[in-house]
């Protein structure tokens, strides 16, 4: 019982750098999400993916790019970093057509730093 | 659009006193409310949410939250606070009617003291 798997946990780029979050879910939801979570922010929804094959954007989407890979996973790519972007980032997933279960299951969150 | 407003950033409660956390939403059409709760460095985990049906729900480890329509809002309640329960807590909501979108509050650290 895996349910949100997100990599890294850690990591630390150079202004510039470009890397890719991983997410994946293993409850076939249709929904995935990516938040960022900022001190007094809270956390702040950069891009989602409603099924597969289909993404918008959040409130937050400048500087962010995603890919609904298929059903299980959704990844977020930094083209070139900054020092904004430094945050804790979390995937979550939900399952919207089951009234009596609709809820975001969260995975353990990434701590990027960008220097 | 969507948006969540919880006016505290903490709220201090002694253990044993009831506790309350505000959220307030303002959405088209019907709301669904969650409230989240994060204990320190880990995810966020459900608490409770409304959907439709009584206004007031209950969740896990004994929080409850009113629905009320008129004052938009969707307060978190408990009748005796633990120490336990200090953490981050976050109201969500999402429009009903085919948006896919949950957008959270800014989130208030409970603490309660012993």
């Known amino acids: 019982n895996a349910g949100v798997t997100q990599t890294p946990k850690f990591q630390v780029l150079k202004t510039g750098q470009s890397m890719t979050l991983q997410c994946a879910q293993d409850?076939?939801?249709?929904?995935m999400y990516w938040y960022r979570q900022d001190p007094g922010m809270g956390l702040r929804l950069i891009y989602y993916?409603?099924?597969?094959?289909?993404?918008d954007k959040g409130e937050v989407p400048n500087g962010y790019n995603v890919s609904r890979l298929n059903k299980r996973e959704f990844s977020l790519r930094l083209e070139s970093a900054a020092p904004s972007q430094t945050s804790v980032y979390f995937c979550a997933s939900s399952e919207l057509n089951r009234v009596a279960g609709e809820k975001l299951f969260f995975g353990s969150g990434t701590q990027l730093s960008v220097l | 659009a969507q948006s969540v407003a919880q006016p505290e950033d903490q709220v201090n409660v002694a253990e044993g006193n009831p506790l309350t956390v505000k959220c307030t939403y303002s959405v088209s059409g019907n709301p669904y409310l969650f409230w989240y709760v994060q204990y320190p460095n880990r995810g966020l985990q459900f608490l409770l949410k409304?959907?439709?049906?009584?206004?007031l729900v209950k969740g896990s480890y004994g929080f409850e939250a009113e629905f009320n329509k008129s004052q938009t809002s969707f307060h978190l309640k408990k009748p005796s606070a633990l120490v336990s329960d200090s953490a981050l807590y976050f109201c969500?909501?999402?429009?009903?009617?085919?948006?896919?979108?949950?957008?959270f509050g800014t989130g208030t650290r409970l603490k309660v003291l012993a």
């Open positions: 409304y959907i439709t049906g009584d206004n």
């Open positions: 409850m076939n939801h249709n929904s």
């Open positions: 969500a909501v999402r429009a009903g009617g085919g948006t896919y979108k949950y957008i």
């Open positions: 993916s409603a099924s597969e094959g289909t993404t």
